[in-house]
């Protein structure tokens, strides 16, 4: 599978503009581009970060990423899915 930089680009750029966690955009049913912000005290960064520290994954999915694979082809979706899936980190307790 070969992955290009644009795929790459959009993950990034999804997963600063949100605030999210997580961005994963799925390609095929064994190939994802994930890119993660580290989580620390449940809390993300803040608005003064200056730095963002992003881990960038190409390849297999993993156990969520596969569930979330298995649930689109039960419904019928095509791939590359077309919306890039965000996760949040977790809310106040």
Same mark, same amino acid.
């Given at each position: 599978? @070969?992955?290009n930089?644009?795929?790459?680009?959009? !993950?990034?750029?999804?997963?600063? =503009?949100?605030?999210? $966690?997580?961005?994963? *955009?799925?390609?095929?049913?064994?190939?994802?581009?994930?890119?993660?912000?580290?989580?620390?005290?449940?809390?993300?960064?803040? @608005?003064?970060?200056?730095?963002?520290?992003?881990? !960038?994954?190409?390849?297999?999915? =993993?156990?969520?990423? $596969?569930?979330?694979? *298995?649930?689109?082809?039960?419904?019928?979706?095509?791939?590359p899915?077309?919306?890039?899936?965000?996760?949040?980190p977790?809310?106040?307790?």
């Open positions: 599978m @070969k992955f930089a644009n795929g790459v680009e959009k !993950v990034i750029a999804a997963l600063l =503009n949100s605030g999210a $966690r997580r961005a994963t *955009k799925y390609l095929q049913p064994g190939a994802v581009i994930s890119a993660c912000r580290p989580c620390y005290d449940g809390k993300v960064g803040s @608005k003064r970060d200056t730095q963002a520290t992003i881990v !960038v994954k190409l390849g297999v999915p =993993n156990y969520e990423e $596969r569930q979330f694979i *298995k649930m689109c082809q039960l419904v019928g979706e095509k791939f899915v077309k919306k890039i899936q965000l996760k949040f977790p809310g106040a307790k």
